[in-house]
């Protein structure tokens, strides 16, 4: 650490109430912004002097401000072990022996940080969350560059390393300094497109007088003005977050006032305490993505149309989106985008075999994944679960009960619709806030106390809203929207039953939109358990058939269930 680095950071934590650490990592999103308009400055024909610049400006976060040697070990231990990994293993199981590693070696710093129990503290952890996503992802596309090219998809030839990078390039991508501490992650595809410059290459075919404004020999366009917003968009969401979180705390969550309080009220409060800590991710999403397009890597082309830049290839949260979600799917994938992007990707679609389509396995893979990658405290679990629930609950409704709100004959909402839609609003909301309180609260007392003090609502809520599409109350209103439509079809005549066809294909459509997960969490965990049953039924009944004594418990064994 460098002299003195603590005492302003001192000061100003005694006049704030915050700890030196999280001062530390507000100045590091911070200086980073005219740190990279140094960056951007560095000539286009030179990436041997950005990628050295980058790795010094992290060395200096990481020794300079943090002290965090220790740290610098981690991460030389991650990237050199994903490297050599990737380097020297051959075939289909390379990828997954990089996983296994990479996920193992974080395991120990979520279990040091755990045992620690100090969130004020910042350590490597989060860092090392960051480098997992990217490193992973590495060994992924490295895999894929030695395929063929007619066995991978066209989002895997995009991103597929033929050739393993220079160790300079490879050490700017895993030490780049706006996302450093928390994300954005990336593919290293793209981190050779923006120190190539080749990511600013206009598309074939676009009119060349749409291309985006630069400086004098530059490549990459001016951002100055996207990134100011997006910076002050964090302050403003951090400065919230300070201010909120003192009003809803954990503190007051588990005193003895909070339950002078009515249910009402008490809901309100929890609604409340999850905004609050929300407020802070926004912010610092908020400042990390801003820094990455000040430095060109938040480029997404441009419009052909209309000419607009597109900045938004980083984004990580969308919170307007998330805070006016109607529906449990809204809600998650406005969330951690580039997770999400990552659990998609490089987990629940790697684990399907080609041809099929993706089911139980893919679906708890991912979700272990994600759950794994979180830590080892007890109130992320306990979020997931209860979340993946609510995804099943939400669908159902949406399946069964959405349509009696929109007219089949224009598929235009009918004079009730909006009531439905403040219904949603108000469930999704309240529903989250009491999943997400032990992903704050972390420990299993704290959340289960909370959670009884609102008398487990969301959690009676899907039990019975289970119970109900369980019973015959499903099959009756299929009947009641068959009809429905039929009659509306019968009157209106060809055009109605045209309309009652595009509603169903536009339902099917999102049906296997929503079969895809987000954030690792099963959107159907029922229905994947049903389909796991009947692929063992399946493989039982062809062993049978082959003439082999084979039981059910045995398959299961077989297949890992």
Request: positive net charge; aromatic residues 14%.
């Amino acid at each position: 650490m460098l002299p003195f680095v603590n005492y302003p950071f001192g000061l100003l934590a005694d006049a704030t109430g915050s700890s030196v650490d999280e001062l530390k990592l507000i100045f590091s999103f911070l200086i980073s912004y005219p740190l990279c308009g140094l960056l951007k400055r560095v000539p286009d024909a030179k990436p041997v002097y950005k990628n050295v610049f980058i790795i010094a400006v992290s060395l200096f976060y990481l020794i300079g401000l943090f002290d965090l040697w220790t740290g610098i070990r981690t991460l030389l231990i991650a990237s050199a072990g994903a490297y050599l990994i990737a380097a020297n293993v051959e075939g289909p199981f390379m990828p997954w022996i990089g996983f296994v590693f990479l996920m193992g070696h974080m395991s120990i710093s979520h279990v040091y940080r755990q045992f620690a129990d100090d969130p004020s503290a910042v350590d490597i952890t989060g860092a090392q969350m960051v480098l997992v996503m990217k490193l992973t992802a590495f060994c992924w596309n490295v895999h894929d560059g030695r395929l063929p090219s007619s066995e991978l998809s066209d989002a895997q030839k995009e991103r597929a390393l033929p050739q393993l990078p220079s160790l300079l390039d490879y050490a700017g991508y895993v030490l780049f300094f706006p996302s450093l501490f928390a994300g954005p992650a990336f593919d290293f595809i793209e981190y050779r497109n923006w120190i190539e410059t080749t990511m600013f290459e206009l598309p074939p075919g676009t009119d060349p007088s749409k291309r985006a404004p630069t400086r004098k020999q530059r490549k990459i366009p001016r951002s100055g003005t996207p990134a100011m917003i997006k910076g002050a968009a964090g302050l403003v969401w951090i400065f919230a977050f300070l201010k909120f979180s003192s009003w809803y705390s954990p503190e007051l969550l588990l005193g003895d006032n909070y339950m002078k309080y009515g249910f009402l009220r008490r809901v309100f409060i929890l609604y409340m305490f999850g905004f609050s800590a929300r407020l802070k991710y926004y912010g610092v999403w908020s400042l990390t993505e801003g820094a990455c397009i000040l430095s060109g890597l938040g480029y997404k082309g441009v419009d052909p149309k209309t000419g607009t830049v597109r900045w938004d290839r980083l984004q990580n949260v969308n919170p307007w989106r998330l805070e006016t979600a109607q529906n449990t799917r809204a809600y998650l994938e406005n969330w951690n985008m580039n997770t999400n992007y990552w659990l998609r990707n490089y987990m629940y679609l790697r684990v399907t075999p080609k041809g099929k389509k993706p089911g139980f396995r893919a679906s708890m893979a991912t979700f272990v994944t994600s759950a794994f990658w979180h830590g080892f405290y007890p109130g992320y679990y306990m979020a997931f679960v209860l979340a993946s629930f609510l995804q099943t609950v939400a669908k159902n409704f949406r399946r069964h009960v959405r349509p009696f709100f929109i007219d089949p004959k224009t598929s235009s909402p009918t004079s009730y619709k909006p009531v439905y839609d403040v219904l949603s609003y108000l469930i999704t909301q309240a529903a989250f806030s009491f999943a997400v309180a032990p992903f704050v609260l972390l420990t299993f007392p704290a959340s289960s106390l909370v959670w009884a003090r609102v008398y487990f609502y969301a959690i009676i809520g899907v039990a019975v809203s289970m119970g109900f599409f369980a019973s015959p109350a499903k099959p009756w209103l299929v009947k009641q929207l068959d009809a429905r439509n039929r009659a509306l079809a019968g009157t209106a005549g060809a055009s109605g039953a045209d309309a009652a066809r595009a509603q169903k294909e536009k339902a099917g459509t999102r049906e296997s939109m929503a079969k895809e997960t987000v954030l690792g969490l099963p959107s159907d965990p029922g229905k994947d358990f049903d389909e796991v049953m009947m692929e063992v039924k399946r493989e039982v009944d062809m062993r049978r058939r082959r003439g082999s004594k084979v039981s059910v418990g045995q398959v299961k064994k077989e297949m890992g269930l």
